[in-house]
């Protein structure tokens, strides 16, 4: 080695001056790269910001699922061992019945294993088409109907079909998180209508009017509602499609997911409003009713135009969604047996159980959901508030404390467009709800 160094000197000293510039920079070039490689965070960064310059701008300006997110980072908890309560996820607790199991089972020794028809079979969309009528009082024939992966599938195939750059698309906050970033994916521009927990989560129809200008093409309406758990009742709605009616060439989606899970009143389709029938896409799909999350099936019900355009989409995109999936729908919407009624029950029993818990907690205030499986809590009492180590800046900030500090898992409001709320998940059981709610009493109780 001293020798190597002798000799690299005494070509450097009576080396030609391009030879001494070229050495001095081959030593600066292993310099930067040495520096870079001792500061990891120079180092990722600066691959991170290689990696970010070839992502189109479309995936850029979406954000990360946050009831996603925050389900994934309480499994991780939970894989290490932490004794975490899980009330952040939008998910049935239940598992999927048995005779829905059966008819996959059945369908795969059937071989329904080829491709199946891009908008679904024919005959589980003429089993939907039976169902919007018996249940719905709605008239779509079978070619109106469209299976997707899902009601979050459905969704962005209706958005994309009808959403040009530039289109305003009004949502109403709190709204379910997918919808302003499927908006936004689609080049449209989301315009947010706030309804207050003053006036139960709901909007009032001067709201919804002047939020209307010559851009708005679409309306995303959901009742019961993901995150507040509110039903419209028939009388509210008349006074939002009447508005529908009076704007040409303005559509309404009417997410209906949740229309099985109510606990007081019933539930009302936008589209038996005859004089908008035209005008509104319902989507709809068997995840929550059916405890079927897993299974991605959801479906439209829409104007012919709609539908076409999109099995025109789906057909460039997922093709027909799994066959065997498609099967287990067909059995889960013709089903007969009591298990959509006991699974309504345990949400109805466990609804009043939290709600009962939550309003004996310092600085809570929330509205009693009529449906779905969520309650929305206004934390806003916390904000500004610490334990001496935390402080709570905003609603993530809560949902962070209380997972930390409690080991339950909620979702800030921030993601839903109401940022003084959490929401809180209790499609979970019994015992672990009255867990739950003693751990945030006493995480808040910290908190001054
Ligand atoms: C309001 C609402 N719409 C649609 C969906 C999508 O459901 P799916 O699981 O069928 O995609 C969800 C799921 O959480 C939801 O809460």
Redesign the pocket.
């Known amino acids: 080695m001293p020798y190597v160094r002798q000799v690299f000197t005494d070509a450097f000293i009576l080396g030609s001056p391009l030879f001494r510039i070229v050495c001095l920079k081959i030593f600066f070039l292993f310099f930067i790269i040495y520096f870079i490689h001792l500061i990891p965070a120079i180092n990722i960064y600066y691959f991170i910001s290689l990696i970010m310059e070839y992502l189109s701008d479309r995936i850029k300006s979406l954000s990360v699922s946050q009831?996603l997110a925050m389900a994934q980072k309480s499994r991780e908890l939970k894989a290490k061992g932490l004794d975490i309560i899980s009330l952040s996820l939008?998910?049935p607790d239940f598992n999927t019945p048995d005779y829905i199991k059966e008819a996959a089972k059945k369908a795969i020794d059937e071989n329904y294993t080829k491709y199946p028809p891009v908008p679904g079979y024919n005959d589980l969309r003429d089993a939907i088409s039976r169902k919007f009528r018996e249940e719905n009082g709605l008239n779509y024939t079978s070619d109106q109907i469209i299976v997707s992966?899902?009601?979050?599938?459905?969704?962005i195939n209706v958005i994309l079909s009808i959403i040009n750059p530039g289109d305003e698309v009004i949502i109403l906050a709190p709204y379910?998180v997918?919808y302003y970033d499927q908006i936004i994916l689609a080049g449209g521009k989301p315009v947010i209508i706030e309804a207050l927990i003053e006036n139960d989560f709901k909007i009032e129809p001067d709201q919804l009017e002047s939020a209307i200008t010559g851009k708005t093409r679409l309306i995303i309406f959901?009742s019961p509602?993901?995150p507040t758990g509110m039903v419209y009742s028939g009388d509210e709605m008349e006074k939002i499609a009447r508005i529908v009616e009076n704007h040409e060439g303005l559509f309404i989606i009417s997410?209906e997911?949740?229309e099985h899970i109510i606990f007081e009143g019933r539930h009302v389709s936008m589209a038996s409003f005859s004089f908008i029938h035209d005008r509104v896409i319902t989507?709809n799909?068997?995840?929550?009713a059916y405890a079927m999350?897993g299974w991605?099936?959801?479906y439209i019900g829409a104007p012919l135009w709609i539908a076409k355009a999109c099995n025109k989409l789906q057909g460039q995109f997922t093709s027909g969604v799994c066959s065997i999936a498609q099967r287990a729908a067909l059995a889960a919407i013709e089903g007969k047996d009591n298990s959509l009624q006991i699974m309504k029950e345990a949400f109805h029993r466990r609804r009043d159980l939290i709600c009962g818990l939550l309003k004996e907690v310092r600085g809570i205030r929330l509205r009693v959901p009529q449906g779905?499986f969520y309650v929305m809590p206004d934390i806003s009492y916390y904000l500004g508030k610490s334990d001496g180590n935390a402080m709570i800046n905003n609603s993530d900030d809560l949902a962070l404390y209380l997972l930390d500090k409690a080991q339950v898992a909620v979702v800030g409001g921030d993601a839903f467009g109401a940022p003084k709320c959490i929401r809180i998940s209790y499609a979970n059981s019994d015992e672990l709800l009255v867990e739950a709610v003693k751990r945030i009493k006493t995480a808040l109780e910290l908190l001054n």
Do not use: C, F
């Open positions: 009831t939008g998910e992966a899902g009601g979050k599938h459905s969704l379910w997918s959901n509602s993901n997410d997911i949740y989507v799909g068997v995840s929550k999350t991605r099936i959801g779905a």
